[in-house]
């Protein structure tokens, strides 16, 4: 797991690029300016790692743009020891940036190569989510209520059983459409049959997908 002063030098830079593009979060920017983005993604991508863009991970996934990242994590407001549920554990880039913050975090993904990829990944950099192999639509509803939700492939429409699963006082964050584009929306529980539901600009995201992929 070879991480050098290059590779911490070109973090720095990321980090910057992100900041400049208005992720004011410095906890978040402390995040991904600590996470050795190249050991999740494939030795040919290596040298495209800190860019800010996405990539390619296989099985029809990227790694998100790391803005992308940043964004929906500013949004969702991670306090230390939240509980937070995360649907499309992917790379598990995002899982890491989490974890970083404090948080508990309990990972679902229905790609079975990508599922046991993480579970690798995270583990030799000393990262220890929950992991689970199954269908995101449904949550995981034995270890909520969560005080955080996040998403991080596009869904067709926002799953009740996910904002049933929030605490109130919760938050989750989702982006919302068709295959093309969707809205980001951030969802507040405000009490137990009262959300506030709010916008935040259209990003591309893969699509969240029901079921897993056995």
Same mark, same amino acid.
């Given at each position: 797991?070879? /991480?050098?002063?290059?590779?911490?030098?070109?973090?720095?830079?990321?980090? %910057?690029?992100?900041?400049?593009?208005?992720?004011? /979060?410095? =906890?978040?920017?402390?995040?991904?300016?600590?996470?050795?983005?190249?050991?999740?993604?494939?030795?040919?991508?290596?040298?495209?790692?800190?860019?800010?863009?996405?990539?390619?991970?296989? %099985?029809?996934? #990227?790694?998100?743009?790391?803005? *992308?990242?940043?964004?929906?994590?500013?949004?969702?407001?991670?306090?230390?020891?939240?509980?937070?549920?995360?649907?499309? *554990?992917?790379?598990?880039?995002?899982?890491? $940036?989490?974890?970083?913050?404090?948080?508990? $975090?309990? *990972?679902?993904?229905?790609?079975?190569?990508?599922?046991?990829?993480?579970?690798?990944?995270?583990?030799?950099?000393?990262?220890?989510?929950?992991?689970?192999?199954?269908?995101?639509?449904?949550?995981?509803?034995?270890?909520?209520?969560?005080?955080?939700?996040?998403? *991080?492939?596009?869904?067709?429409?926002?799953?009740? =059983?996910?904002?049933?699963?929030? =605490?109130?006082?919760?938050?989750?964050? !989702?982006? $919302?459409?068709? &295959?093309?584009?969707? &809205?980001? !929306?951030?969802?507040? &529980?405000?009490?137990?049959? /009262?959300?506030?539901?709010? %916008?935040?600009?259209?990003?591309?995201?893969?699509?969240?997908? #029901?079921?897993?992929? /056995?």
């Amino acid at each position: 797991m070879n /991480d050098t002063y290059r590779h911490k030098g070109l973090r720095k830079q990321l980090v %910057e690029t992100i900041r400049s593009k208005g992720i004011l /979060d410095e =906890k978040v920017l402390e995040a991904i300016g600590n996470i050795p983005r190249h050991l999740f993604m494939d030795s040919g991508f290596i040298t495209f790692s800190y860019k800010d863009q996405a990539f390619p991970i296989g %099985e029809g996934q #990227t790694i998100s743009q790391p803005y *992308t990242v940043a964004f929906q994590t500013q949004l969702l407001e991670v306090k230390p020891s939240d509980r937070v549920l995360e649907i499309g *554990t992917g790379s598990g880039y995002q899982t890491a $940036v989490l974890i970083e913050l404090g948080a508990f $975090v309990f *990972t679902i993904e229905r790609q079975r190569k990508l599922f046991l990829k993480a579970q690798e990944n995270l583990g030799l950099l000393g990262y220890k989510p929950h992991f689970f192999y199954g269908d995101g639509y449904q949550g995981k509803p034995t270890y909520g209520p969560y005080d955080r939700i996040l998403v *991080t492939a596009g869904a067709e429409y926002i799953p009740a =059983k996910l904002k049933g699963q929030l =605490k109130v006082g919760g938050i989750m964050v !989702i982006p $919302v459409g068709d &295959r093309n584009s969707q &809205r980001m !929306i951030r969802i507040v &529980r405000k009490a137990e049959t /009262d959300f506030e539901q709010s %916008e935040h600009g259209l990003f591309a995201f893969v699509p969240l997908l #029901t079921g897993r992929e /056995d």
